[in-house]
């Protein structure tokens, strides 16, 4: 019997539902619900398929063919923020057919347009139907980035062949009931039975089973032998107190980047209620890369020279991709980058000062913008500078002029290891850039009380620091004094503001993506820079110690009242254009190549290219608060 045109038309709307997400992963039995309860309808060009004034939203839609424009409404709209095109495949009105609540946006069709509609009570049906379909609505931008991670996976799996994944939780690393002491036991005692285990470290537990400290075999020859210590004295009196530890569930890359950060060799694992689990070592996490954590801090601690430290750069890269072809998301894996490229930056240092007199000096090394923000990706270049206490009765420069003299060499160090030096002299080698506390203080002030464009631009970088070197609480008194004095200068955030909100997201009317003249987006000006500006200024505004965009954010939204949801979809975005610089600049491009930050958007999937389109959504919903906020 010859199909029925109930049946063709039916079958016609699955086929075209399973090229797009989450439809091409929802149950059979959900798919089939959607496809036999939609309808097709078309909407001329001009017409208004869904308005605020038709109260709650009816029907749920699908774009089957043409484009649909979504425009803000109400006295708060302001037009070239407030409009977004939604193309085949793309649904709306998610949020408010949720809620069921009037939506707030006018969804009309920009040309000739057909939708598949279902439904108000058939989508509540579908979401409880379907965990696929009810994640995909409750976490939007969240749901499609797990998506798009899969395919960069599958993309580099072969060159991931042969590893396990860094994704995998320390609880199941653990191979042995760990060795664990009390501190009244002696160290004799101790030591004997490490021994006898065969184990390169014993835990210090209290009475409840939670670590106290630790003892590593790298301990005994300088605290042990050397120090002459009497073995039956307590292992308290001897062990490393406040040992560094994460749990159970945590991953593999959390542990690598614990011991990057902090240069230790040994993490305790603990349950959740904060009970000693196991040990996990770096020898325990040497299989899951061909390129280890061990190999590359061994070749930055003993480097002896820069030829050295240029082979752990490039190894560091290598590591990176290795991480991103094991899933590694856009946040951890710039944390590592960025880790690791603070340990190499301070064995440049400790090289360079040995050659150079700074006895006496209190110092501590400035990294600027993304470095500064804990945000590197694999093509930089130098952003650095000095802070400094002059002493009394000594006159400053010929102090300064033994740090530039240091800065020099330590700036072509870098430069040699594949960090270019900064075509704008930010770096700790420009005089100007090599000031005392107080210096600092002034120069910044200056730009607050005369905020003229070149004060605003200096303020986008240098108020991005951190101390990598040296006396971080000179940093710390800079970073202090800087809040207080901004959120007290309403005029210069509102300044501020109205300079971040010059470059708007490349989001188009009729197209879905603004491009340059050669076809590309430039994923750090019109991408990064947008979530970046705006959290350096709510973090000025509301007094946020941290120099992270993804941190400020957070942060800031607390003290803002901003909804947890509305805040984890802009990180999110945020993460993604991390991402896909992250992605082009492993594949095709060296340090500060020339266009190691654009990519044709034509050149991506489909999926990439909506996780994209609502990247800029998120980041056009920041700069639009941004707006209403200041007025602008």
Request: net charge negative; aromatic share 6%.
């Amino acid at each position: 019997m010859p199909p029925s045109a109930t049946d063709l038309l039916v079958g016609a709307s699955t086929e075209f539902l399973r090229h797009f997400s989450p439809f091409n992963r929802m149950e059979a039995e959900a798919l089939a619900f959607l496809s036999e309860r939609a309808v097709l309808g078309f909407h001329p060009r001009g017409g208004a398929i869904l308005t605020p004034e038709m109260g709650v939203p009816r029907h749920f839609y699908i774009v089957q063919r043409g484009k649909v424009q979504a425009r803000q409404t109400g006295a708060t709209a302001v037009t070239e923020y407030a409009s977004l095109t939604i193309g085949p495949g793309e649904c709306f009105p998610i949020g408010a057919i949720s809620a069921q609540r009037p939506s707030t946006n006018a969804y009309v069709a920009v040309e000739d347009s057909f939708c598949f509609q279902i439904g108000a009570d058939d989508f509540l049906q579908l979401m409880q139907m379907s965990p696929v379909f009810h994640l995909f609505c409750t976490q939007y931008i969240a749901s499609l980035l797990n998506q798009s991670r899969q395919q960069l996976q599958t993309t580099f799996a072969q060159r991931a062949a042969e590893q396990q994944t860094m994704t995998t939780q320390l609880g199941q690393l653990i191979k042995r009931e760990p060795m664990s002491v009390a501190p009244d036991t002696a160290t004799r005692t101790a030591l004997e039975r490490m021994n006898e285990q065969h184990v390169g470290c014993v835990v210090v537990t209290d009475t409840e089973g939670r670590p106290v400290g630790v003892l590593t075999q790298s301990d005994l020859l300088p605290r042990v032998i050397l120090a002459g210590f009497d073995l039956d004295r307590p292992i308290g009196e001897l062990m490393t107190a406040n040992p560094h530890q994460l749990s159970a569930t945590a991953s593999a890359y959390d542990a690598a980047l614990e011991m990057a950060t902090h240069g230790v060799r040994h993490l305790l694992v603990t349950d959740a209620e904060g009970r000693l689990k196991g040990v996990v070592s770096e020898r325990d996490l040497f299989s899951l890369q061909r390129i280890s954590l061990r190999q590359i801090r061994a070749g930055i601690e003993n480097a002896d020279d820069v030829e050295s430290l240029q082979r752990a750069s490039k190894d560091i890269r290598q590591l990176a991709l290795n991480l991103i072809a094991q899933g590694i998301g856009a946040e951890q894996l710039t944390q590592f980058i960025s880790a690791l490229n603070d340990a190499l930056t301070r064995r440049i240092i400790d090289l360079a000062a040995e050659r150079h007199d700074l006895f006496g000096i209190d110092y501590g090394w400035f990294a600027f913008g993304s470095e500064g923000r804990h945000e590197q990706t694999l093509s930089t270049d130098q952003d650095n500078g000095i802070i400094w206490v002059c002493p009394e009765l000594q006159e400053r420069e010929p102090i300064r002029l033994r740090l530039i003299e240091f800065a020099k060499e330590v700036n072509e160090s870098l430069a040699a290891c594949g960090f270019p030096l900064c075509k704008g002299n930010i770096m700790a080698s420009n005089p100007e850039l090599c000031l005392t506390v107080g210096e600092w203080k002034s120069r910044f002030g200056a730009w607050i009380r005369e905020p003229d464009p070149q004060a605003l631009l200096n303020a986008s970088i240098f108020f991005d620091f951190r101390v990598l070197y040296g006396n971080e609480r000179l940093g710390d008194q800079l970073r202090a004094w800087l809040n207080k004095v901004v959120r007290g200068n309403s005029a210069f955030l509102r300044l501020m503001a109205a300079n971040a909100l010059q470059v708007m997201p490349p989001l188009g009317r009729i197209r879905d993506f603004v491009v340059e003249d050669d076809g590309c987006i430039d994923l750090k000006k019109s991408g990064a820079r947008l979530f970046v500006d705006v959290a350096r200024i709510l973090a000025l505004r509301t007094g946020v110690d941290s120099s992270s965009t993804v941190q400020r954010l957070r942060q800031a939204s607390v003290k803002m009242g901003v909804s947890g949801d509305e805040v984890a979809a802009m990180i999110d975005g945020f993460h993604f254009i991390q991402l896909l610089r992250l992605r082009s600049q492993h594949l095709e491009t060296e340090h500060d190549a020339p266009g190691d930050n654009r990519i044709n958007p034509d050149s991506l999937n489909e999926l990439d290219r909506r996780i994209l389109k609502e990247a800029f959504r998120q980041a056009r919903k920041l700069q639009l608060r941004l707006k209403l906020d200041y007025q602008l």
